[in-house]
């Protein structure tokens, strides 16, 4: 039996990709765990193998096709021997929701056939049956055929009042599923709220609409432009940071460290370790100093999980990393344990795989806190955009030499940097983000103490 191939969900914010390579062609061979197409991410380019064995009958993505779905047909698998025709006939595999939904169909299936059973069988009183809650007969629409649809759906319909032969499903072959009614129902509600007479005066103004990119091209006729489609990475932050700014009640502590201490101290052990290749940049450590700190400071690192705050006990932390298009934030993961030369070392692989798009899913998801430096593009300060579920992120300026007043009440030049720590203060309160960067700008500007 012909089966159809899926667009995979390789990451678990992945929505739609790109069909970058296809590594198979028409009538190939594959066996399970066969390495048949790479896929684009909205972060990283992946290799996809098959699930079954059988030959490539049709592929019916080409490749550098964009904003294929997820679960949308990609190709058609036939057995060996079979004839092209079935090509036509493929079924579906069934995915997510409509998985449930196919238990769903099982389980009455499997309730319908043991009832009888159970009840000839049984010398109980009738009430003492247990009751089988039974999906509503299959409706029909105005001409009198039967609109196709799942038990699940059918039930939710009865019980929303929601008329199915007005539905277009969006199941195989058209079949009428659980979110189709759910949509359907979202709209009668907001149509019936828009109907209902106004309980107040003056009613809050609905949010605005997005503007298309029509609407906006009209501005500008007659200017000179390039038109720049959106690839999936951008839609991402657009949508990631959109949803950031507009759900996270931000909070931002400002404060400046003196630097001096830690490029003498860099400068030595630079020297000490040129025998083993390794150089420490400032940002590694800023890493370390980050790391400490959230083991000093325990309460502060933590993320927002919706109905609850999540503790961490290692110290997770994300470093964003420029790349053409878009950024990155891999993870370096309990940076509290590792040594200077290490986090330097992974930080230098983890940026060249991420510019090179080649980091897995788990390398750039999770931790509590995260880094932003634009100090080397000589930016001084600037506040930084939370990356949820993180807790905080520290943005940071550049080291700008400076006159300072000293400990004497004497004026001296100093290496000063500026940072900034957005917080999420409903994860973080005040004072508990002041001290989480009091310990951050004491473990930078007593730079030995980090090795202790």
């Known amino acids: 039996m012909a089966t159809q191939i899926l667009m995979p969900a390789l990451s678990p914010t992945m929505e739609e990709g790109t069909l970058a390579k296809w590594l198979v062609k028409e009538g190939d061979e594959v066996s399970s765990g066969d390495i048949i197409a790479e896929i684009e991410t909205d972060k990283a ?6 699930v079954d064995e059988g030959v490539i009958g049709k592929i019916l993505v080409s490749e ?14 036939v057995e060996e021997g079979e004839d092209a025709s079935a090509v036509d006939e493929a079924e579906s595999p069934v995915p997510g929701e409509a998985q449930a939904e196919a238990a769903e169909d099982a389980k009455e299936k499997k309730v319908a056939d043991n009832a009888p059973a159970k009840q000839s069988g049984s010398k109980s009183a009738p009430s003492a049956a247990p009751k089988t809650e039974k999906a509503p007969a299959a409706p029909q629409d105005a001409d009198g055929k039967r609109v196709f ?18 539905l277009k499903g969006s199941g195989p072959k058209g079949r009428i599923v659980k979110a189709d009614v759910e949509a359907a129902e979202g709209g009668k509600a907001a149509s019936a709220k828009a109907d209902a007479p106004k309980a107040e005066a003056a009613a809050p103004a609905p949010a605005a609409a997005s503007v298309s990119s029509s609407a906006i ?4 006729e007659g200017r000179e432009y390039e038109e720049i489609e959106l690839n ?11 949803e950031a700014k507009q759900t996270i009640p931000h909070f931002y502590l400002r404060r400046s460290v003196k630097l001096d201490a830690l490029m003498k101290f860099r400068s030595q052990l630079n020297k000490q370790l040129e025998g083993r290749g390794v150089k420490l940049s400032v940002n590694d450590f800023i890493i370390k100093a980050c790391a400490l700190a959230l083991q000093s400071v325990p309460d502060a690192n933590a993320v927002w999980a919706g109905d609850k705050v999540f503790k961490l006990k ?15 934030t891999p993870v370096l993961k309990d940076a509290e344990m590792k040594s200077l030369s290490t986090l330097s070392a992974e930080m230098k692989d983890l940026a060249t795989r991420a510019r090179d798009r080649k980091l897995a899913p788990h390398e750039y998801q999770g931790g509590s806190f995260a880094i932003s430096n634009l100090g080397m ?6 506040d930084a955009v939370i990356n949820p579920p993180h807790g905080a992120i520290l943005a940071v300026g550049a080291g700008i030499k400076q006159p300072v007043v000293n400990a004497e009440g004497e004026i001296e030049v100093a290496t000063v940097m500026s940072m900034t720590l957005s917080v999420d203060h409903r994860v973080i309160d005040g004072a508990l983000g002041a001290e989480l960067m009091k310990a951050i700008c004491e473990n930078l500007e007593n730079p030995m103490l980090m090795l202790a």
């Open 232 to 242: 999936g990475m951008r839609k991402t932050i657009a949508a990631r940071l959109t």
């Open 377 to 382: 593009f000589g930016i001084e300060n600037f």
């Open 64 to 77: 550098g096709t964009s904003g294929v779905k997820v679960n949308d047909p990609i190709a058609v698998l």
């Open 45 to 50: 380019t992946m290799e996809f193998e098959a």
């Open 217 to 220: 091209a009209k501005m500008y």
């Open 314 to 328: 290692p110290s997770d932390v994300a470093v964003a990393v420029a790349i053409e298009g878009g950024l990155f």
């Open 149 to 166: 649809a799942s038990p699940l759906a059918r039930r939710i319909a009865a019980d929303k009042g929601v008329d199915l032969a007005a």
